[in-house]
């Protein structure tokens, strides 16, 4: 990604053996970079979400080992950081898949290698998802041509896109979003509804700052829009990510999804879910299995955003004694999902379609 002309991912090691974040809070009214020192630092990031999104979740959590390698490389150091990193947040699965690799490779080694092996199997996280990041986009830009194909020469393809699933919530490219950048990039007219993806309003602030420095024409719509827009035949296509997906299909991410989906069917507008393979949970077979996050109900009480003085604050919406809920994911059952968009290809929503690209996890 491109940040006032510099080249960044949206996490990095640092000579001095610290790791660098961008805090996903303070966007999109200030680019900041905050920098971790300790593991219970990753933690607190991941917990909070100054970083969020499934593959950065993975990726921080990778380097929250090697933080907590580098301090104290004991069995007993490996336990309490796999615990308190895996403690952070229960619904993407990468983070889960982060740890249980980081664990198992460290455990077989003597302490006094474990830190050089915490910090490179880290980075190679990182680079790992940036490729497959880049393959899915290069996978579903093919479905958007195909989209575009279907349209009079010039005219423009409009894709709406649910939370944030893009540069900020990956190491680099997104996933939902990367074969919007490769269209835009292969110069197809294209134009993104962006959900503003309440409570946190990762659309609205995440997907609209990266869209907007890719140059990607964008329009900013309230949750409630999009059934609006589709049965007036203004979306061509959806596309999603996810935190989770399992073996039959089923994915899970985030609340609201599961609407559009159902509005998607209504109207015959494909939806698209875009994963890579360290988001499929082949443990489960079923998507209400997977646990799901209940988030403080000031997230729906109150909601943040800046002053005309230019202050950052939060301001309360409701009456002070009024209880909130606060599901952070739902689950859209495969039916409702016209493709997977993977690295390794397009794929029908279902245990085959899992099972003909990644062979090497079919049940026999
Ligand atoms: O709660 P968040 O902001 O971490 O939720 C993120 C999402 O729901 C994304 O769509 C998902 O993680 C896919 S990211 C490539």
Not at 51 to 61: C, E, K, Y
Not at 196 to 210: D, V
Not at 304 to 315: D, N, Y
Request: charged share 20%.
């Amino acid at each position: 990604m491109l940040v006032d002309g510099k080249s960044y991912r949206t996490i990095w090691p640092n000579a001095d053996g610290s790791v660098s974040i961008i805090d996903q809070t303070r966007l999109p009214h200030s680019f900041e970079v905050v920098t971790l020192h300790a593991m219970p630092e990753a933690a607190h990031a991941i917990k909070t979400m100054v970083v969020r999104g499934a593959p950065l979740i993975g990726a921080t959590a990778a380097y929250g080992m090697a933080l907590a390698m580098q301090s104290d490389p004991s069995d007993a150091s490996l336990a309490t950081a796999y615990d308190t990193l895996h403690a952070t947040r229960p619904t993407a699965v990468n983070l889960h898949w982060a740890l249980d690799d980081a664990r198992t490779r460290l455990s077989a080694l003597p302490p006094a290698e474990r830190a050089a092996s915490a910090w490179a199997r880290a980075a190679e996280v990182c680079d790992e998802d940036v490729a497959l990041c880049e393959a899915i986009g290069d996978n579903g830009l093919s479905l958007i041509q195909a989209a575009a194909a279907k349209k009079k020469p010039g005219e423009t393809v409009n894709i709406l896109t649910h939370c944030n699933a893009g540069w900020l919530a990956t190491v680099d490219w997104g996933t939902s979003h990367a074969p919007i950048f490769k269209a835009y990039d292969a110069g197809i007219p294209v134009h993104v509804w962006v959900d503003e993806t309440r409570p946190r309003n990762q659309g609205a602030s995440l997907s609209c700052w990266e869209l907007g420095r890719h140059g990607v024409p964008h329009t900013l719509v309230v949750d409630n829009a999009g059934g609006h827009l589709m049965q007036r035949g203004q979306v061509d296509l959806c596309i999603v990510g996810t935190d989770r997906t399992v073996a039959n299909g089923d994915v899970c991410n985030k609340i609201g999804t599961y609407l559009k989906a159902l509005a998607a069917a209504a109207h015959k507008v494909p939806f698209y879910v875009a994963l890579p393979g360290p988001t499929i949970d082949w443990t489960l077979n079923d998507g209400f299995a997977i646990p799901i996050e209940e988030r403080p109900e000031s997230e729906v009480t109150e909601m943040w955003g800046k002053t005309p003085e230019g202050a950052l604050t939060r301001v309360r919406i409701t009456p002070e004694t009024t209880p909130a809920a606060n599901p952070a994911f739902d689950v859209t059952p495969a039916a409702l999902v016209t493709a997977l968009i993977t690295e390794r290809g397009i794929c029908s929503a279902s245990t085959e379609g899992l099972a003909g690209l990644y062979p090497e996890h079919a049940s026999a």
